[in-house]
């Protein structure tokens, strides 16, 4: 039972160019969310799946694209990197019966020059 | 807003003492809390779920209490040791969203 995967582990871009984040989950999970995390400004969420099919903006969406591929997989989309989108960004997941206790990643560490 | 706020925001102790990490929100009407635990370059590791009608939950030498009235909860450590160093978050789930709120964390060091 691997939990939750993230690929790829670190990445260097120059800005304007794209890149997708990949998260997959096999603890059969409902909801998926993507987070950054900067020092001083904490976890802030970027996009959520409550269900497969579905998907909402969080508190800081500008300059991201989500996908929910099916029930295991949520990927996040940069179209045209910013150096403002330097960041670590983590994938979680949960579901009703555990109460939504979140289960985390262990994070993509992206740079953009 | 709603919001969750940590205080203090780094905390360093002696190991083998007893230690408490404070969490506050700002409305009562949440579903329920969470604390997390991360090392340097790690993801969220999850500690402790206390639902909205519990009042504690343990595991181990960690103990997790919830006032809901006050808008508190606290995380409660016993006998400290230097493998308790990390960053600790308190993250709430209000009623009626799908989504967690986090505080900023507390940086625990726990000297030898």
């Known amino acids: 039972n691997a939990g939750v995967t993230q690929t790829p582990k670190f990445q260097v871009l120059k800005t304007g160019q794209s890149m997708t984040l990949q998260c997959a989950q096999d603890m059969n999970h409902n909801s998926m969310y993507w987070y950054r995390q900067d020092p001083g400004m904490g976890l802030r969420l970027i996009y959520y799946?409550?269900?497969?099919?579905?998907?909402d903006k969080g508190e800081v969406p500008n300059g991201y694209n989500v996908s929910r591929l099916n029930k295991r997989e949520f990927s996040l989309r940069l179209e045209s990197a910013a150096p403002s989108q330097t960041s670590v960004y983590f994938c979680?997941?949960?579901?009703?019966?555990?109460?939504?206790?979140?289960?985390f990643g262990p994070g993509t560490r992206l740079t953009v020059t | 807003k709603q919001e969750v706020t940590q205080i203090p925001a780094a905390l360093s102790v002696p190991e083998g003492e007893n230690l408490v990490l404070n969490c506050s929100f700002t409305d009562s009407a949440i579903y329920n809390l969470q604390w997390f635990r991360q090392d340097p370059g790690k993801g969220l590791t999850s500690l402790l779920l206390?639902?909205?009608?519990?009042r504690e939950q343990t595991s181990g030498r960690l103990n997790a209490s919830l006032d809901k009235s006050s808008g508190r909860s606290t995380l409660y450590i016993a006998a400290s040791q230097p493998g308790d160093s990390a960053t600790y978050l308190c993250a709430v789930r209000y009623s009626g969203y799908s989504t967690l709120t986090f505080g900023k964390g507390t940086m625990l060091l726990v000297s030898p």
């Open positions: 206390i639902q909205s009608s519990q």
């Open positions: 979680a997941s949960s579901r009703p019966g555990q109460g939504y206790e979140q289960y």
């Open positions: 799946s409550a269900s497969e099919g579905t998907t």
